[in-house]
């Protein structure tokens, strides 16, 4: 499997300000990772999967522009949300894919992000 | 399009033995998945069927009919902790996953 670890876990901010939220794959290279949202009793909702060395590949529907996704390395993902606002707040997971028979992901801990 | 159905919530009594469905619809079909998601915390993987049959794993097994879009997942010996959201995820031609919204399972003494 992989271990997957991601800060902070809860962030509260005032609308208009960015939020930057880390992932990081502790025991495995991870080429690629992959950002979901989930709203509350909501299913999760893929975001944009990140490619170490270059461009996020976004969902439709999803701004790019205000969602920043860096993979500067094969152990860390960056998920900015810039300029803020309520109905940003959510709760967003990243995630990485383990290659083999199952390709089962592995999710890190969450941030529940609540903007005010 | 394609589309996951699952019940929204589920009620069963610590001891007893509880199913839950989901039928699943996708672009072609590249396996199927159950993870468990505890309140305000991230999924964890539980099963994987990719053909069709039954798989074993301790207190949980997993079902598919993939004639029929079809899973279930059995939950035997129920346990308080077992109180979670249950999520059924297809995975599609593209290796896309397709999510359920989860089904929320409450145990009672």
């Known amino acids: 499997g992989a271990v997957v670890s991601q800060h902070p876990s809860r962030v509260i901010c005032k609308s208009g300000t960015s939020v930057k939220i880390e992932c990081r794959s502790l025991?495995?290279?991870?080429?690629?990772m992959f950002w979901y949202r989930q709203f509350p009793k909501k299913s999760l909702m893929l975001m944009a999967t990140?490619?170490?060395?270059?461009?996020?590949?976004?969902e439709q529907g999803v701004e790019k522009d205000k969602f920043l996704i860096n993979h500067a390395s094969l152990t860390l993902s960056t998920l900015t949300v810039t300029s803020a606002h309520p109905e940003d707040s959510s709760f967003y997971i990243c995630s990485v894919g383990v290659a083999g028979d199952t390709g089962e992901l592995f999710f890190g801990e969450g941030s529940r992000l609540t903007v005010l | 399009g394609q589309n996951i159905d699952q019940p929204t919530e589920m009620t069963a009594t610590e001891g007893a033995i509880v199913q839950i469905n989901c039928t699943y619809q996708?672009?072609?079909?590249?396996?199927l998945f159950w993870y468990q998601q505890h309140a305000g915390e991230a999924p964890t993987f539980l099963s994987y069927?990719?053909l069709d049959g039954l798989e074993e794993k301790g207190r949980f097994s997993s079902f598919l009919s993939r004639s029929k879009g079809y899973s279930y997942l059995l939950l035997k010996e129920l346990q308080m902790k077992d109180s979670a959201s249950y999520l059924c995820?297809?995975?599609?031609?593209?290796?896309?996953?397709?999510w359920g919204a989860g089904t929320k399972l409450i145990i009672k003494p």
């Open positions: 996708t672009s072609g079909f590249n396996g």
């Open positions: 025991d495995f290279q991870a080429t690629t």
């Open positions: 995820a297809a995975r599609d031609s593209n290796y896309q996953l397709i």
């Open positions: 069927n990719v």
């Open positions: 990140s490619n170490e060395g270059s461009k996020a590949t976004y």
